[in-house]
């Protein structure tokens, strides 16, 4: 078996792409998955909220993307949370410049990928905000797409540019990439607000929208100081409680075969 890959992306900023990604890979881990966690984004955020000092780590994301170095001399383990991560700093973002004169530069990622897909059962992919090479790569590199969101007066704009974006991918670079669903992040129930939007999103997306809801719980915000993912730092907080039912629901989807048919 190979690894299912996904793809955590939103252009916009700090919606939430970060605290799901290494949320969900903490609990795909705790759910006994193997897990690969790519950091995508010069910001190294996933790597710190992993336990991994970016100024520190000798290998990242940026020489395996340009084909110096592979995954598997590249990898390091994340000391609390269970799964394995690619790393990435600063030096991500000069990779942008070198990619566009590579052939073949949006499969980079995907290529790199391959030679370790089977020893994982999931690959999470934490793109940047953004619809640059870098997030290209990881659509390239995805067999599905997961779509944070907070459900606020403007979530909707900008959502069809990444639709698009998708829709461009699955026609011209791979052919394989679905939309996976959209997942309700920083929810607040007492918002009428968030209520409303959400139940807009039901209406648009069905069942493309994920059962599992992910508060607004300061524990997920501390968490990235001490270098874990909100799962170990505090398991029993609801932020926590929420990732792992969200876990159990993609994994759930999998083997129930639900993961989209049509196209989005
Ligand atoms: P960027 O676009 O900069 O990469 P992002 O989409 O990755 O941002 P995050 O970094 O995950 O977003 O989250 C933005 C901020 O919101 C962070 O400070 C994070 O700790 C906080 N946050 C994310 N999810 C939650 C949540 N469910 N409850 C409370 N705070 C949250
Ligand atoms: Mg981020």
Redesign the pocket.
């Known amino acids: 078996m190979s690894a299912r890959i996904y793809a955590i992306a939103?252009q916009?900023?700090?919606?939430?792409?970060?605290?799901?990604?290494?949320n969900l890979s903490a609990a795909l881990a705790r759910l006994g998955r193997k897990v690969l966690l790519v950091d995508l984004?010069p910001?190294g955020?996933?790597t710190m909220g992993s336990g991994i000092d970016k100024q520190a780590v000798s290998q990242t994301v940026y020489p395996v993307l340009l084909g110096l170095t592979g995954i598997a001399e590249a990898r390091v383990a994340s000391p609390d949370g269970g799964y394995d991560v690619l790393a990435a700093n600063r030096d991500l973002a000069g990779a942008e410049i070198e990619l566009v004169g590579l052939e073949g530069r949006e499969h980079q990622l995907a290529k790199a990928l391959a030679v370790v897909a089977q020893q994982y059962d999931f690959i999470i992919l934490?793109c940047?905000?953004s619809l640059s090479l870098l997030t290209l790569n990881g659509l390239c590199a995805a067999h599905g797409v997961i779509i944070?969101m907070q459900c606020e007066y403007f979530a909707l704009e900008g959502l069809s540019d990444l639709v698009n974006s998708i829709k461009r991918v699955h026609a011209n670079l791979n052919p394989e990439i679905e939309l996976v669903g959209l997942l309700r992040?920083?929810?607040d129930p007492r918002m009428t607000l968030s209520q409303q939007v959400s139940d807009q999103l039901v209406r648009h997306f069905g069942d493309k929208v994920f059962n599992a809801v992910?508060?607004?719980?300061?524990r997920?915000?501390e968490?990235?100081s001490f270098g874990q993912p909100g799962i170990v730092y505090d398991p029993g907080s609801r932020?926590s409680k929420a990732y792992l039912e969200f876990g159990e629901e993609l994994i759930g989807r999998l083997s129930h075969g639900l993961v989209v048919t049509e196209e989005a």
């Open positions: 939103n916009k900023g700090g919606v939430g792409k970060t605290t799901t990604a290494v984004d910001q955020n996933a934490d940047p905000p944070p992040v920083m929810f992910i508060p607004r719980n300061v997920l915000a968490a990235p932020g």
